[in-house]
């Protein structure tokens, strides 16, 4: 299993003391967080995509770039791509760019985006959100696997023998997840192409994704790819963790309490007992994780959100150190009775030796 954090970028008032962190500090702040995640031993660090207020990662790629030259080892990730409002000729030769920086420690999860103002912004109606979201990854998945591509759809101007550059590391196009929080088209989507599935489930209760992550693995299984518990599937998570329960929920209280998205809402032990957020010390972090698994079977890829609701930077860089103790004994626990079929997390390393076996098999068996 992969474990690491992901951003939305949020600029947001400390409750504590009223602060407002500049647009600079934030975007500084993020980078500090993504090598101080490389630091305590995580492997993923995902960044959102956003055009709007109160939010600073609009160029995922040139964030990722930045922090792709300052570490080794980290993979770099969106949390969100706006297949919806990005062109997806563009997606492609920024995405192949990154990852040739990258050594290949570059995959995407791609996004319709629920902010309405957003599309017309970029020429698009929100209302073809779903459609949208198809056709553009049907393109770019094109774009990525075929040296010149002639296309016509809805949405863009026609291709007419068009060849996107720089072409994919190694001929190995960056791993896509398709994220999703409502959305059975995608879980759909994400099946038909044997891509990874990320259920985001920060905010509902878990019947609700127990449902679209079923349905993509049974679909998942139906297209050919495998076994339905051999689909590659990643969850999201939130955590905030103190030697004791006690200094956790006092500590992070008024950032829940006026947290932009949840803020004013339910409880903070309404929200934790029904959606993956855990305000404990770090066994209980260790114990509701593992109950994912139990929830939704075996998965690939498990990210935290840490650093959202106005939290310091001093406290999101004491957060990490906590998940570099707790996430060695996940790894673990997860690993114990770990079916041998299921499939360890994708890497540019491992889809790479895939394609290879996958080249050499039809070699020795033209007529297969």
């Known amino acids: 299993m992969q474990f690491g954090i992901f951003t939305v970028g949020d600029v947001t008032m400390d409750p504590t003391t009223g602060r407002v962190p500049s647009e600079n500090e934030r975007i500084k702040a993020m980078v500090t967080i ?13 960044t959102g995509e956003h055009h709007n207020p109160p939010f600073v990662p609009s160029s995922p790629t040139t964030m990722l770039g930045w922090i792709a030259a300052r570490t080794e080892r980290i993979i770099l990730s969106t949390a969100t791509t ?6 997806p000729v563009k997606i492609a030769e920024d995405y192949a760019m990154l990852q040739h920086l990258a050594d290949g420690r570059v995959d995407l999860m791609m996004g319709r985006g629920n902010t309405a103002p957003v599309y017309p912004w970029f020429g698009q109606d929100i209302r073809q959100g779903i459609p949208l979201a198809i056709e553009n990854y049907a393109l770019l998945h094109r774009l990525w696997r075929e040296d010149v591509v ?6 863009r101007t026609p291709l007419a023998g068009f060849t996107a550059t720089p072409r994919p590391l190694d001929g190995v196009p960056p791993f896509v997840w398709h994220g999703s929080i409502r959305s059975p088209e995608i879980a759909e989507q994400a099946a038909y192409y044997g891509d990874g599935f990320f259920a985001n489930n920060i905010f509902w209760p878990k019947e609700h994704f127990q449902r679209l992550i079923h349905l993509y693995r049974e679909r998942y299984a139906h ?18 963790v103190r030697r004791n329960s006690q200094d956790a929920v006092r500590e992070f209280r008024p950032y829940f309490d006026n947290a932009p998205v949840y803020g004013h809402g339910p409880s903070l032990e309404e929200f934790t007992d029904t959606t993956p957020l855990t305000v404990g010390s770090p066994q209980e972090v260790i114990e509701k994780t593992l109950t994912f698994r139990e929830s939704f079977g075996d998965y690939q890829r498990q ?14 860089l004491e957060q990490l150190d906590m998940l570099g103790e707790i996430v060695p004994v996940l790894r673990e626990e997860f690993a114990k009775g770990r079916p041998a079929d299921v499939p360890d997390a994708p890497t540019h390393a491992r889809l790479r030796a895939r394609r290879d076996a996958e080249a050499e098999a039809a070699a020795e068996n033209p007529a297969g």
């Open 223 to 240: 297209y050919g790819h495998g076994t339905p518990e051999q689909a590659i599937v990643g969850l999201g998570g939130q955590v905030f």
């Open 303 to 316: 990210l935290f959100l840490v650093d959202h609701a106005g939290l310091p930077l001093k406290t999101v």
């Open 34 to 46: 993504a090598l101080k995640a490389e630091e305590v031993g995580l492997d993923v660090f995902a």
């Open 150 to 155: 002639d296309w016509q759809g809805r949405f």
């Open 82 to 87: 706006l297949i919806t409002t990005n062109d």
